[in-house]
């Protein structure tokens, strides 16, 4: 049976202050805060730039050890395939310090709506885990085309988790 983990999708946002965090709490100590009431967090920034192996030790001294970090994986792999060769081994350096504390719970790799279920798309989605298949993969699709058995199957044989297709972005 697998386990279950609780987590949130960043820990970075102002609205928490007074709800979430407490009202007086430094922004720099919002991840080691939330990381005493939840299991894991994702981590959205690398999704837009590449994050600095500094920046995720940071984050591995302000956690308890058992804590993971989900790390979108930068938006190259899913939305713009034309740049993969300049982040690939960057964004795979960056990770080295998560992989060290044995806190990378998996790269998260979020693919846009318009990505449907096509010939094409799972040749994409071959070439993803070929570049990135060193770590646990999870992918997150937004069309309803991908909801299918034989889709579940596909994914299996790659060795990919999928999460979110019932997500509220999940649409035809």
């Known amino acids: 049976m697998g386990v279950l983990k609780v987590g949130t999708a960043g820990y970075k946002y102002e609205d928490w202050v007074g709800r979430v ?16 009431f939840v299991d894991c967090v994702e981590i959205n920034a ?7 192996p500094y920046t995720y030790k940071s984050m591995v001294r302000k956690t ?17 395939p034309d740049k993969v060769s300049e982040v690939l081994q960057p964004f795979k350096e960056s ?10 719970g998996c790269v998260l790799v979020q693919f846009p709506q318009r990505f449907h279920n096509t010939p094409e798309n799972r040749d994409h989605l071959q070439k993803v885990v070929d570049w990135l298949g060193d770590f646990p993969l999870v992918v997150e699709f937004r069309h ?5 058995e034989s889709v579940f199957e596909f994914l299996k044989q790659l060795g990919v988790a999928s999460f979110a297709l019932m997500n509220q972005n999940c649409r035809a």
């Open 21 to 36: 965090y407490p009202a007086n709490l430094r922004e720099r100590d919002f991840l080691p805060y939330l990381s005493q």
């Open 95 to 104: 990770l080295q310090p998560l992989i060290d504390a044995g806190k990378l």
């Open 46 to 52: 690398s999704f837009y730039s590449l994050l600095s």
């Open 144 to 148: 309803i085309s991908w909801v299918r």
């Open 64 to 80: 308890r050890d058992d804590f993971e970090f989900i790390v979108k994986a930068h938006k190259a792999f899913s939305h713009e």
